[in-house]
């Protein structure tokens, strides 16, 4: 089970700026974010940190746990985000309900786009240049 609801703010908080301080994990420009050793060892330091909360906790747990906070932030930040291009009213622009919404900025830059050739037929077009929009998790 992901669900942070039974942990305390004050522990999702920490947790969640120990991961900011590990970029290993989610910089995906950064050279260390290859680098296997140092991913190793951030997971393990936030393993001893989820251990306060929950003892059996291991790095497929501590991984579950940051895929479901990454999800549902970029959920609603791509709700937020459509709402900007759609060029709707800011009073109307939706504000993210999720407390630590703000906490997980940090993760906005690392969305990248690149285009990709596929072999879908559109009308007498053999291939199409079409941008796809890649997210990388950990």
């Known amino acids: 089970m992901a669900d942070l609801r039974k ?21 995906v420009k950064s050279k260390d974010y290859s680098n296997r050793d140092l991913k190793s060892q951030s997971y393990e330091i936030l393993v001893g940190k989820f251990k306060e909360v ?15 906070m990454r999800d549902v932030w970029r959920r609603q930040h791509e709700k937020i985000e459509k709402s900007l291009k759609s060029g709707m009213a800011v ?9 630590y919404y703000d906490l997980l900025n940090f993760l906005k830059d690392q969305e990248t786009t690149r285009s990709s050739i596929t072999n879908i037929k559109i009308g ?3 291939r199409v240049r079409c941008e796809i929009k890649i997210q990388f998790m950990l």
């Not at 929950?54 to 479901?68: G, H, S």
């Open 7 to 27: 942990y305390s703010r004050a522990f999702v908080t920490e947790f969640i700026k120990l991961y900011r301080e590990l970029p290993s994990l989610w910089m």
């Open 54 to 68: 929950e003892p059996n906790a291991d790095r497929d747990f501590v991984i579950k746990k940051i895929k479901n």
């Open 91 to 99: 009073e109307d622009i939706p504000t993210p309900s999720l407390w």
């Open 124 to 126: 007498n077009k053999d």
